[in-house]
Structure formats: structure tokens, C-alpha cells
T-cell receptor, first 118, second 112 residues
Framework: GAVVSQHPSRVICKSGTSVKIECRSL??????MFWYRQFPKQSLMLMAT?????????EQGVEKDKFLINHASLTLSTLTVTSAHPEDSSFYIC??????????????FGPGTRLLVL | QQQVKQSPQSLIVQKGGISIINCAYE??????FPWYQQFPGKGPALLIA?????SEKKEGRFTISFNKSAKQFSLHIMDSQPGDSATYFC???????????FGSGTKLNVKP
């Protein structure tokens, strides 16, 4: 099946710094990727929809200037948490949409990135 | 407004028993209903999914029951095993390529 990777798997940073998280589709082209945020013992909340070559669409309440999303190629989307603060500490998960016919899944999820802001 | 409501929040089942998790939705435009399994520190993995044109789908020990008129769907795990202990999320999507709305999750603990 299709594989989506994320890098890094976990990151610890100081408050005020910026952190970049990469999401890659390894064996298929993903014109659309989604970024989710998950707090401990809670559900996945969609942050934004990332379309290759265009601006991301953010969900209501998500600060686009704080969570910068770039989808520069068909296999890579990045999420940059700018000026991170402790309240940004969370589990960030991406998913990639697979439009190929005959596939079982339509969205493949990455393994997630644990961000801890000190 | 929560698009998909999931219950129970947690569930304890004895090995060999049946685990049942329920979800309800409001938006009749939803036409794709997947169930995901998530282990701690990992991303969700698709278990099984259903579309509104069928009332039941079975894959191995996992079965989805779908009630379109009631706008409800449920996951049944037959012969539950300790390895099934995880958090389960239901989700719903419009035209299956659109964004997913996730339920709040159910933490399943299967006791040996």
C-alpha cells in the first residue's frame, strides 16, 4: 500500500523558535495533503488542506500566519510552526490523498510528529 | 459543532468478546465512512470503510453496520484480542476525497 512519511518523528524546541515538519508521499503523487493536530487523548482536528502549487485552505480558528503550509511538489508538503509556544505542543499528523483508481484507501496518514515546545 | 459523534469514550472487553463502537452524523451529504485504529504515538491506520449504498460490510473480524435513515454507523470487532487494544476513530467525508471529520475516539482495552 501507499506510504506517507513524516520528518521529524519528534522535535523539542525552545519557545519563540520555528519548527518545520515535512510530509512526503513515498510511492504516489499527492495533489492534496491534509494537516491534522491531535492533543493527548483527543481526536484529530483538521488544520488545513494543502494543494500542490496553490495556497493552503485553513480551517476556522487556525492561524495561517502561525502555521505556514507549503506544498511545493506532488510528494512533499511542509508545515512550519512559527514562533512556537508551549501551547503549540501537540501531535501533528499529515495525510495524503490518493486519486489512483482501484486503491483501497483515499487518504493515507503519516506516522505523526510529536512537537514539544519548552 | 461536532459533525460526527462517537460513543463510548472507553470500552473494556474480555478476550474473545465483541467490541461495539457507535457513531452518528448529521450531514446527509456525507457518503464515505471509514474507521481508523490508532496506537499510542502512531498515525491512524484504516481498518474498514463503507458507503451509504450498503448496510453492512465485513472484513475479517471487523464489521461496519450502517443505518442510513438513522444516520448512524457502528464498528463491531468479533473475537476481540488484546492486540486490538487501541483507540478507534470513526470519520465521515463528503465524496470520499474531501476532508475527514473525525469522531472523538474510543479507547478499547481487551483484557486477556
Amino acid at each position: 500500500g501507499a506510504v506517507v512519511s513524516q520528518h521529524p518523528s519528534r522535535v523539542i524546541c525552545k519557545s519563540g523558535t520555528s519548527v518545520k515538519i515535512e510530509c512526503r508521499s513515498l510511492d504516489f503523487q499527492a495533489t492534496t495533503m491534509f494537516w491534522y493536530r491531535q492533543f493527548p487523548k483527543q481526536s484529530l482536528m483538521l488544520m488545513a488542506t494543502s494543494n500542490e502549487g496553490s495556497k493552503a485552505t485553513y480551517e476556522q480558528g487556525v492561524e495561517k500566519d502561525k502555521f505556514l503550509i507549503n506544498h511545493a511538489s506532488l510528494t512533499l508538503s511542509t508545515l512550519t510552526v512559527t514562533s512556537a509556544h508551549p501551547e503549540d505542543s501537540s501531535f501533528y499528523i499529515c495525510s495524503a490523498r490518493d486519486f489512483r483508481g482501484g486503491v483501497k484507501e483515499t487518504q493515507y496518514f503519516g506516522p505523526g510528529t510529536r512537537l514539544l515546545v519548552l | 459543532q461536532q459533525q460526527v459523534k462517537q460513543s463510548p469514550q472507553s470500552l473494556i472487553v474480555q478476550k474473545g468478546g465483541i467490541s461495539i463502537i457507535n457513531c452518528a452524523y448529521e450531514n446527509t451529504a456525507f457518503d464515505y465512512f471509514p474507521w481508523y485504529q490508532q496506537f499510542p504515538g502512531k498515525g491512524p491506520a484504516l481498518l474498514i470503510a463503507i458507503r451509504p449504498d450498503v448496510s453492512e460490510k465485513k472484513e475479517g473480524r471487523f464489521t461496519i453496520s450502517f443505518n442510513k435513515s438513522a444516520k448512524q454507523f457502528s464498528l463491531h470487532i468479533m473475537d476481540s484480542q488484546p492486540g486490538d487494544s487501541a483507540t478507534y476513530f470513526c470519520a465521515a467525508s463528503r465524496d470520499n476525497f474531501n476532508k475527514f471529520y473525525f469522531g472523538s475516539g474510543t479507547k478499547l482495552n481487551v483484557k486477556p
